[in-house]
């Protein structure tokens, strides 16, 4: 086994931002991809050193990275799950814990269940990019059986990557997740929805001319990959299905506000708002 | 009155970002502000070439641009309607169009409805800044009784500053604005009322180290300055109720088809939204 040697599964926009900041730091990055095609453009963007199709490029790693999408993640290749060194830390890069968890304890002595905090709109293997990790938080979500070196490999590839190093249990992760990040992603949603369900063409029309910033912001998340959504919805069901229950009772009090012309107290919970913002960024 | 001198009735974010395209265009700009505290700060931004808080500078202005809240332009000081030359072109910056030109139309011959969509979360002299129009939507919103030089003046300031020019009718431009940037504001705030509602403080505190970009994105417009949402939905609450009514049944469907599991229905909205922000932005 190579210290050095770090294997990317999914070379992503994830996986390829992993590779392109490892490479910067001197380690030796040997990506797996599913497809010749993406092997070629991989290769030109010089995502790792080594980029195959063949699992077997992973057998001298130390530390393997699968920055998979959760659907392949929680049904696993064979020939991936045999191609993994037991010797090797292996980490994943999902967004949900709890299912992911619930498949890789079994699979893997040295899993450890991580993710950063970290997406634009990309993705594929064009849209990996430097330096995607600085400042961002990384989470892991490590049980009593996790083991400790494991995990102290997983956090200094976070720390070196620049990220911030948080640790927490898998359920109050999966509900915290979402409710910053996949709550939002269907609020989102609802509101390109609601211009898909508009009948008046010249509105609509106009609307189209005078969308701005504000606009841009409030969709971005909403207008991504469906796949991510999917992959969201599916496996973060009860959590996502929670929050959505609260934020329907918070547009409605907003709306009852706004019809009965209360104010005073629209103001006071807008004020709120800002302050409970200021708290989170 | 100098064709080449504008006045500025307001030297916040859009007045003092007009203030200081203006200069670059080599216009002289006569800036009113409310206060003497205001006055020294637009003095050291040089906002404008001559600042004042007395309305009598206005009286040699050939346009006079109105960047004033809301709620003053709709009971403006007596003062400022004195000292409006009858001559002048007068324009405003006010996103909401109807409840503005019931109040003006009366007040100034040469009175032309409009506005920039353009916004960040600054506000007050501290906020403007050069080339904040660039390729912006410029809206305005004439009646039959407009003087058609005078909105061939507020078209030629909109386009020197570098924006698209848009004319439409008060009431469809009220609809149109609420569904992409009123309801963006309230669907935004919901989301920061979700969290301010949130009990469990082990969730909370997670939830805040973990806030990313999309976080950041989704709740910028719900975060910013509470009285610039009421002002919108005291003054557009009509367009504002029927948007968010739509809405509702945005994310109930949404919800229900994550309850049901319907993937495939769900896929097929979620790409329909990669669809219809494609086409707004």
Excluded at 163 to 186: E, Y
Excluded at 244 to 253: A, C, G, P, T
Aim: glycine share 6%; proline share 5%; net charge negative.
């Amino acid at each position: 086994m190579r210290l050095n040697r770090i294997g990317i599964v999914g070379l992503g926009l994830i996986g390829g931002s992993i590779g392109l900041d490892l490479q910067n730091l001197d380690y030796e990055v040997y990506g797996l991809v599913n497809h010749e095609k993406n092997l070629v453009k991989a290769r030109v963007r010089k995502l790792a050193q080594v980029i195959s199709t063949d699992p077997k490029i992973l057998c001298e790693c130390s530390l393997i990275i699968l920055a998979l999408p959760i659907s392949q993640l929680l049904d696993p290749h064979s020939n991936l799950i045999e191609a993994l060194p037991t010797k090797a830390v292996v980490t994943d890069v999902a967004s949900v814990k709890s299912p992911i968890i619930d498949v890789w304890r079994e699979l893997h002595p040295k899993f450890v269940a991580s993710h950063p905090m970290a997406g634009t709109i990309d993705k594929g293997v064009e849209a990996g990019r430097n330096e995607l990790f600085i400042n961002r938080p990384w989470v892991a979500t490590p049980e009593e059986t996790t083991d400790p070196e494991a995990l102290r490999t997983v956090h200094d590839l976070a720390v070196e990557l620049g990220s911030h190093w948080i640790t927490t249990d898998p359920k109050t992760h999966d509900q915290a997740v979402a409710l910053i990040s996949h709550l939002p992603l269907f609020t989102s949603a609802a509101l390109l929805q609601t211009l898909c369900k508009e009948k008046n063409e010249t509105l609509l029309s106009l609307a189209k001319k005078m969308a701005s910033t504000g606009f841009a912001d409030t969709t971005r998340v909403g207008g991504g990959n469906p796949d991510l959504g999917i992959s969201i919805a599916s496996n973060n069901s009860s959590a996502l299905l929670e929050a959505i229950k609260l934020y329907r009772l918070s547009i409605e009090n907003l709306e009852t506000l706004i019809h009965k012309k209360q104010w005073t107290k629209l103001h006071q919970e807008l004020k709120e708002n800002q302050l409970i913002r200021d708290e989170f960024l």
